[in-house]
């Protein structure tokens, strides 16, 4: 396939891992971080820039094994085994960081960053690439796209509760129920760009 084509493909693939086929909102991937980390804003720009980096960078490096070191030895089935090692090591290296660089951050993540490694979502991605047999080009745009995607939502998400803690919520829907709800609704707007491709 020409590069045109498939950056072309790749931009496709991005653009509806965001809107149409939004990982956490279509797959309920993700779900746990989501509901728990989304009380404040900033804590979930940090969390979701630290799921960009760490499902970006997977998928591309998880595709290369794949590719490259599974097929190559008839081990597909190693591929979970091999793909949660990839994951781990990258999001050590990403709480390395924060730690180093944003001490508050770090302490606001608390123990949802090193979470990022059982992440269904990160792991998700990875196997979604595999499934649908993806190019390189197009995984990559997939990754960042599926990860640009699950932070709209947890982002948008922190800035519905941070507004509710000003309203009356019945106490029959404090807590997870209204974090619950607000989810189903924001899974039904994004459902709505579904016609757009």
Same mark, same amino acid.
């Given at each position: 396939?020409?590069?045109?084509?498939?950056?072309?493909?790749?931009?496709?693939?991005?653009?509806?891992?965001?809107?149409?086929?939004?990982?956490?909102?279509?797959?309920f991937?993700?779900?746990?971080?989501?509901?728990?980390?989304?009380?404040?804003?900033?804590?979930?720009?940090?969390?979701?820039?630290?799921?960009?980096?760490?499902?970006?960078?997977?998928?591309?490096?998880?595709?290369?094994?794949?590719h490259?070191?599974?097929?190559?030895?008839g081990?597909?089935?190693?591929?979970?085994i091999?793909?949660?090692?990839?994951?781990?090591?990258?999001?050590?290296?990403?709480?390395?960081?924060?730690d180093?660089y944003?001490?508050?951050?770090?302490?606001?993540l /608390?123990?949802?960053? #090193?979470? $990022? =490694?059982?992440n269904? @979502?990160i +792991?998700? *991605?990875?196997? !979604?690439?595999?499934?649908?047999?993806?190019?390189?080009?197009?995984?990559?745009?997939?990754?960042?796209?599926?990860?640009?995607?699950w932070?709209?939502?947890?982002?948008?998400?922190?800035?519905?509760r941070?507004?509710?803690?000003?309203?009356?919520?019945?106490? /029959?829907?404090q807590? #997870?129920? $209204? =974090?619950?709800?607000? @989810?189903? +609704?924001? *899974?039904?707007? !994004?459902?709505?760009?579904?016609?757009?491709l």
């Open positions: 396939m020409p590069i045109s084509e498939q950056m072309w493909l790749m931009l496709v693939t991005c653009f509806s891992a965001v809107f149409t086929s939004n990982i956490l909102l279509t797959y991937l993700g779900m746990c971080p989501f509901t728990s980390v989304s009380r404040e804003v900033k804590t979930s720009v940090g969390l979701g820039l630290a799921v960009i980096f760490v499902m970006t960078a997977t998928t591309m490096i998880n595709w290369v094994a794949y490259y070191v599974l097929e190559y030895f081990l597909e089935y190693f591929r979970f091999l793909f949660i090692i990839i994951i781990a090591a990258f999001v050590q290296f990403v709480e390395m960081v924060i180093r944003s001490p508050r951050l770090y302490q606001g /608390g123990i949802f960053l #090193p979470l $990022i =490694t059982v269904c @979502a +792991l998700g *991605a990875s196997l !979604f690439m595999v499934i649908r047999d993806y190019s390189f080009i197009v995984t990559v745009g997939y990754g960042f796209g599926s990860s640009v995607g932070t709209l939502a947890i982002l948008a998400m922190a800035g519905i941070q507004r509710l803690t000003e309203s009356r919520i019945p106490a /029959g829907l807590g #997870p129920g $209204i =974090t619950l709800i607000i @989810a189903g +609704l924001m *899974a039904l707007a !994004f459902i709505g760009f579904t016609g757009v």
